[in-house]
């Protein structure tokens, strides 16, 4: 039985990652999982300097998922390549790093310094974070900027690019697409959903930016449906996420079309449902019989 | 070293209107620390988020923790529910807990406010030092009063005059003219606030003990941070996580 998966050349032991955000850079959860056990550590959000983030509140808890507007607080690149890159080559996982910036030099600048550093597989730009005013977003709204980040980004990465797209658009095949033509090695979706809390009984919002990213199993329907349009709609891999919190959820964007997924909000609910995931993937194959996990991938029976 | 996992619920009962004081049969009672808290998750699988809830008592044997906490919404109202032998699933024990050796031969105040105080509770059982414990409640449910009293001199301030000083813990402090080297608190954001004045007044020290709004509990999601007078060594910006690098904190080293 084979559990690989390869993206853009680059392999994986196995499907399961951390959405970016939710894991740190892997320190604080090395406590309860084993990270080698791991297809790919997906890191925080790093820019070229340190970003202190948002006020607080900064999370908040919704029917069946939660808000964050944490607004990438970072320690930035220099930290970042001081401390986390040393921490992350300790173990036997791939490691892809998000990027983040507020100006295309800004991403420019991160990707340059990531060149330098052969153990990270990947780079995974960060054009969807709803929580920022400037950069982030603005790139992963309009096709046309989109299609411009990525192709200035791409220009300056020694690693493969994955581009991680936002589901706050009316078509999201139509970024995908652009993306995929303007070099993007593979996408990761879906980023949080922007929703609102209001505390009826105090009469402000719940986080102090208003608004925030929704995750959690509640937008698990909305995930697989975009991830299902987008596989159909380019030929780069697709890391799928979006309240995954057991295997089946796994293997059900697998099916829909991903190459990969990721586990985000479901770590805090349960700190080793990434190492469960992996065995219940393992358990699912032998129980139907699928020799590689590769033939999971877009299997759904139209 | 953190851990989840489901333990069980050892006794319950209603402390106060809407506070429950509820025992838990846990290996985690080994090794927890005044000042620590643990993540309380619910059965109820649309409320994903734990709820950070402070060690309020370890027994004797180490075999159990105590948790007092305020029915604040629906997760801890599912809680107050629990009865003996049904199981709860907790993440523990985390923070960095009280610096109780720092009080070692030192006239000390340790002050609780509301929900606030049930931490203070196993700080004063711990703590060798002169303790002065300053408690402030809303009214004459002084829930706690009497396991502080085995353990120093008790002093209370209700907001409605009901028991002791009207008015809250500064207020006490003032009306029995008290006075201390260091103080341990815990409490809402005014009264930290009001004591991260006087301590800077005084020129004492002051750990106070603070909460935010969490999601993992273990400083992987940037949650629950505080503004830092000083760039903070994990951030590199003037944050700190509450989860991890508190909740205790220097009260000059926090901007609040």
């Known amino acids: ?302 | 070293m953190k851990e989840k996992h489901t333990a069980r619920v050892l006794s319950q009962k209603e402390a106060a209107p809407m506070i429950f004081d509820m025992w838990i049969e846990t290996e985690l009672a080994k090794q927890a620390l005044p000042g620590q808290f643990i993540c309380v998750y619910t059965k109820d699988k649309s409320a994903l988020l734990p709820r950070p809830i402070s060690i309020c008592e370890v027994n004797e044997d180490k075999t159990a923790l105590r948790i007092v906490y305020r029915i604040a919404g629906q997760g801890t109202k599912e809680f107050s529910s629990y009865q003996a032998g049904d199981s709860i699933a907790i993440l523990g024990t985390l923070g960095n807990g009280f610096p109780k050796d720092k009080a070692v031969g030192k006239k000390v105040f340790l002050m609780g406010g509301g929900i606030g105080v049930p931490p203070i509770l196993q700080l004063a059982k711990e703590m060798d030092a002169e303790k002065q414990i300053i408690v402030g409640y809303r009214d004459g449910n002084l829930f706690l009063k009497e396991d502080l009293d085995k353990y120093g001199r008790v002093y209370v301030a209700t907001e409605d005059g009901s028991v002791g000083t009207k008015g809250n813990v500064m207020d006490a402090i003032a009306a029995e003219a008290l006075e201390a080297d260091m103080i341990f608190a815990c409490g809402p954001m005014p009264m930290l606030r009001a004591i991260k004045r006087y301590a800077e007044d005084k020129g004492i020290d002051a750990y106070i003990s603070l909460e935010e709004h969490m999601a993992c509990g273990v400083g992987a999601c940037l949650g629950c941070v505080v503004k830092t007078s000083e760039v903070d060594h994990h951030s590199h910006v003037h944050n700190a996580r509450i989860c991890t690098d508190g909740p205790v904190f220097e009260a000059k080293e926090v901007d609040i």
Request: hydrophobic share 45%.
């Open chain 1, 1 to 302: 039985m084979n559990m690989q998966t390869t993206l853009a050349g680059v392999t994986f032991k196995n499907p399961v990652m951390t959405a970016s955000g939710t894991f740190g850079s892997g320190m604080e959860y090395a406590e309860f999982v084993d990270l080698n056990k791991l297809g790919a550590v997906v890191t925080k959000g790093v820019a070229n300097v340190p970003w202190p983030g948002n006020p607080t509140p900064r999370v908040a808890e919704v029917y069946g998922g939660m808000l964050n507007a944490i607004g990438l607080q970072n320690p930035g690149i220099d930290v970042f390549m001081e401390r986390d890159i040393p921490f992350l080559k300790q173990y036997d996982t791939g490691i892809i790093v998000n990027v983040c910036g507020k100006t295309v030099e800004d991403y420019v600048a991160v990707v340059e310094r990531l060149g330098e550093e052969s153990a990270v597989s990947m780079l995974e730009i960060n054009v969807s974070c709803p929580n920022v005013k400037e950069g982030a977003i603005a790139f992963g709204q309009k096709a046309d900027a989109l299609f411009d980040i990525t192709r200035e980004v791409k220009k300056y990465a020694k690693q493969p690019i994955i581009m991680k797209l936002s589901p706050n658009v009316t078509d999201i095949t139509e970024m995908a697409r652009a993306a995929e033509a303007a070099g993007a090695d593979a996408l990761s979706l879906i980023n949080t959903l922007t929703g609102m809390k209001i505390d009826v009984h105090k009469r402000t919002f719940a986080l102090a930016n208003k608004t925030g990213g929704m995750s959690g199993p509640a937008i698990k329907p909305i995930a697989v449906r975009m991830v299902y349009q987008t596989a159909k709609a380019v030929k780069i891999p697709i890391i799928g996420m979006g309240g995954i919190s057991n295997a089946e959820d796994a293997i059900e964007f697998i099916l829909a079309g991903a190459s990969a997924i990721s586990v985000g909000a479901m770590n805090f609910v349960n700190p080793y449902c990434t190492m469960e995931i992996v065995q219940g993937i393992e358990d699912y194959m032998r129980r139907y019989n699928v020799e590689n996990l590769t033939d999971l991938i877009g299997a759904v029976q139209e």
